[in-house]
């Protein structure tokens, strides 16, 4: 399906609602019935219907719809967070007794869903190195139901082949998930490459203004049915009518904004390779990426994220050009407009906490939408003081 109609049309049935061209927020909790036997039939596939909007409603069904065909996903479910989204969906393939492997280092709370929650249901997990294809293979048991990826790494940017996990999730007959946040559906499309389960931190660049936190699950009919029946409406983690509606206007924007970030990263990171404070750089589209070949076969972009490694002696070296730039907000997440740090400094020297598996000269960069050139002029005074 296009693109542009799946951004501009799809879902939106103009003629229902006084042909206006932005769709209405139905901020209704409930949804009344003319006749019994109506009343009756919703009850029967309330997916379908309008009951209740902890099940259905119909703003969060025209998200729902594009979301879907943007992930060339058969339905999709949209959650109150990405965490919900993938909690709901991983939980939906397992059971008491089940085993999941999983990418090794995955995002903060997924790696505590499996270690902290899921084994207290008796659900076990083996972490593997998600570029080591036979290693996946070899920490698949006779109880594991579900390959759980996501790639690239949200830190390190490590990939894996998804073609390749599909083929080994379908010859062990296990569930592939995959979280997709990072490309999001502009640049990767998991579905068409075999995998049955893709999730996304919508919060990031679907939304893609920094003011709703929502989740997405995209699969089939069948798969997406199941988990609606059960983990959605059970845990009610949904999306408000208000929140879907300003998740609606951000897709609009969604490619530009993509294509954007996508090409001031790699502007900056080309400035960055010559730079001499700059020991290393994490980013899959750069020729000299590990796996920049892989990334070629299954990504189109990458977007605004990479990482780098600066050439500091001292730690306080680091705190310092982190403190002299003023262009960047220091924050979490990603995928907004606005281009922000995460310096791994900040997780070290904490009393009591062991440091991060992460050198304190790790420096995550995300960058937004803002002129290049002007991020440049404030990374370039910040990083002087290396030289
Ligand atoms: C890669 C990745 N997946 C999932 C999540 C969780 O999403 P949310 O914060 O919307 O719950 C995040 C959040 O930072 C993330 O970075």
Redesign the pocket.
């Known amino acids: 399906m296009d693109q542009d109609f799946i951004l501009t049309h799809l879902g939106e049935h103009r003629e229902k609602y006084f042909q206006a061209v932005a769709p209405p927020i139905v901020q209704s909790s409930n949804f009344a019935f003319p006749e019994l036997n109506i009343f009756r039939e919703a009850f029967q596939d309330e997916l379908a219907s309008h009951l209740y909007t902890r099940g259905n409603n119909p703003t969060v069904a025209i998200l729902r719809e594009k979301v879907a065909a943007l992930e060339k996903a058969e339905d999709a479910l949209i959650f109150g967070?990405?965490?919900?989204a993938?909690s709901a969906a991983v939980v939906s393939q397992v059971q008491a007794g089940d085993h999941i492997v999983c990418v090794e280092a995955p995002?903060s709370?997924?790696t505590k869903l499996l270690t902290q929650f899921l084994g207290r249901f008796g659900v076990t997990h083996t972490f593997v190195d998600g570029c080591d294809l036979a290693a996946i293979e070899a920490a698949i048991r006779p109880e594991t139901k579900v390959l759980y990826l996501?790639s690239p790494l949200?830190i390190t940017m490590q990939l894996q082949d998804l073609r390749a996990c599909a083929q080994l999730a379908k010859k062990h007959d296990l569930i592939s998930i995959i979280?997709n946040?990072?490309c999001s559906p502009i640049y990767q499309n998991p579905i068409e490459m075999g995998i049955d389960i893709v999730l996304h931190?919508?919060?990031?660049y679907l939304n893609g203004h920094s003011d709703v936190?929502?989740?997405v699950v995209c699969s089939t009919k069948a798969i997406i049915k199941q988990i609606f029946d059960i983990e959605y409406m059970t845990l009610g983690a949904i999306i408000s009518p208000n929140d879907a509606s300003l998740m609606i206007r951000g897709l609009r924007t969604l490619p530009l904004r993509l294509q954007r970030s996508n090409d001031s990263a790699a502007k900056i990171v080309e400035w960055m390779r010559q730079h001499p404070a700059i020991e290393k750089i994490y980013h899959p589209f750069s020729s000299d990426f590990p796996q920049y070949e892989l990334a070629q076969r299954q990504m189109r972009g990458n977007g605004g994220l990479f990482s780098v490694e600066l050439k500091a002696e001292k730690i306080e070296q680091v705190e310092d050009v982190f403190h002299r730039l003023k262009r960047f907000l220091f924050a979490?997440?990603w995928g907004g407009y606005e281009s922000l740090v995460m310096p791994f400094c900040a997780f070290h020297n904490i009393p009591d906490r062991d440091a991060p598996p992460y050198s304190w000269r790790l420096i995550r960069f995300y960058i937004g939408l803002e002129n290049p050139d002007w991020l440049i002029e404030d990374l370039e005074q910040a990083l002087q003081i290396l030289e």
């Open positions: 967070s990405g965490s919900a993938i995002y709370w997924t996501e949200s979280d946040s990072h931190s919508a919060t990031k936190v929502a989740g979490v997440s």
